[in-house]
């Protein structure tokens, strides 16, 4: 009987433990990172590409709210729109930054392709607190025509401790564009 009562206790000791392990964010309903499952085998020729654009983001990790609450931790959100209906996008880099400018991590092992409409998130956790306040994204983007015209935001969302959440959300904003007429 003390065996069972043994086993028991270990085998509910092994549910709580897995149960509290924290799923990653990023993952689709297949338990597949989104990122991965759009991954290209191969380089992108930018030589077919008449649309190139580098867009920077800003991202808030935190923000003060008040003196009792000086830094509310926020989790936020990267949304790559593809707002083509005919065209796919290409993300060659998107790379995550800290306060004074120093990479953090790089999101992509190899490019994405982004099927037209699609649409690609990514989640920087509450407690990830390396990009701090300051921190921003860099979006590297292609496509074969000119016409594409993405949308790529930024939500945060976070709470004051007295059961008030807030929402907010920052725009992508072109730093070097390239695009040809052909």
Do not use: W
Request: glycine content about 6%; hydrophobic content about 35%.
């Amino acid at each position: 009987m003390k065996y069972y009562y043994k086993l028991l206790g270990i085998t509910m000791l092994v549910i709580s433990l897995t149960a509290c392990e924290k799923q990653n964010p990023n993952l689709n309903k297949t338990g597949n990172d989104e990122l991965e499952s759009l991954e290209l085998d191969h380089k992108i020729n930018q030589n077919l590409m008449q649309y190139a654009d580098i867009i920077y983001i800003p991202i808030y990790s935190d923000i003060y709210i008040n003196a009792q609450n000086p830094n509310s931790l926020l989790s936020a959100t990267l949304s790559i729109r593809n707002t083509s209906t005919s065209d796919s996008l290409f993300v060659s880099t998107i790379d995550y930054f800290n306060t004074a400018g120093t990479l953090v991590r790089n999101y992509l092992n190899n490019p994405i392709s982004l099927p037209p409409m699609g649409t690609v998130n990514y989640v920087v956790e509450k407690d990830d607190t390396a990009g701090g306040s300051g921190a921003n994204f860099i979006v590297t983007l292609s496509a074969k025509h000119n016409g594409v015209k993405p949308l790529i935001q930024a939500i945060m969302i976070g709470e004051n401790g007295n059961n008030q959440g807030f929402a907010f959300s920052t725009d992508g904003y072109s730093i070097k564009s390239n695009t040809t007429n052909n």
